[in-house]
């Protein structure tokens, strides 16, 4: 267990698809992506305390247990391989000859993210909170739900103790100590 501070902020990570597609309409690939973000987690052994997924990119905040670049290389990559190869094999040839760019040395050819992460610290509580309350009212601002708690592909309900039988992805919020929860 944590506490936030100077020395051990949360880290406040945003991912956006390339050309900012609107990969992730489906709840099929909402699905792929909560799994993604799991077995991300487990692989790397961070925390994740909240997240979205909107319908081009996706937020989450994490502790600092690692560096933000190493839990985005595991989190991008993870999605994009499982995400491509459900595009691959549902078939959707023209999602994927969007994502197609010129073959890289690692010999890809498709890629799902721009190469141009954001990434923040959060330093204090108070900043938590505020982006924790930014990350569950994206989808009220885009229209998607009248309250964000009636957005089914974010951690709201983990955090206001409503936690869905079938829960797409729960939190890690007891790793941290908060004052305010």
């Not at 390339?18 to 077995?39: G, H, N, Q, S, Y």
């Not at 009220?140 to 089914?152: E, L, T, W």
Request: aromatic residues 10%; hydrophobic residues 40%.
């Amino acid at each position: 267990m944590f506490s936030i501070s100077p020395s051990r902020p949360c880290l406040y990570l945003t991912s956006v698809t390339k050309d900012r597609l609107p990969v992730f309409r489906t709840d099929a690939v909402k699905t792929i992506v909560c799994a993604a973000l799991d077995e991300a987690r487990k692989s790397a052994g961070f925390a994740l305390l909240a997240y979205v997924i909107m319908l081009d990119h996706l937020h989450w905040i994490t502790d600092s247990e690692r560096t933000a670049s190493d839990v985005l290389k595991f989190v991008n990559g993870i999605a994009s391989r499982r995400v491509i190869d459900y595009l691959k094999e549902q078939g959707y040839v023209s999602s994927l000859e969007k994502l197609r760019h010129c073959e890289r040395a690692r010999r890809y050819r498709y890629s799902l993210w721009q190469h141009h992460p954001n990434a923040r610290l959060l330093p204090t509580e108070n900043v938590l909170w505020r982006r924790v309350h930014y990350t569950h009212n994206n989808p009220v601002r885009a229209g998607f739900v009248d309250k964000a708690v009636d957005y089914r592909w974010s951690s709201v309900r983990c955090w206001n103790g409503q936690v869905l039988e079938d829960e797409p992805l729960r939190m890690d919020l007891d790793r941290i100590l908060l004052r305010k929860r």
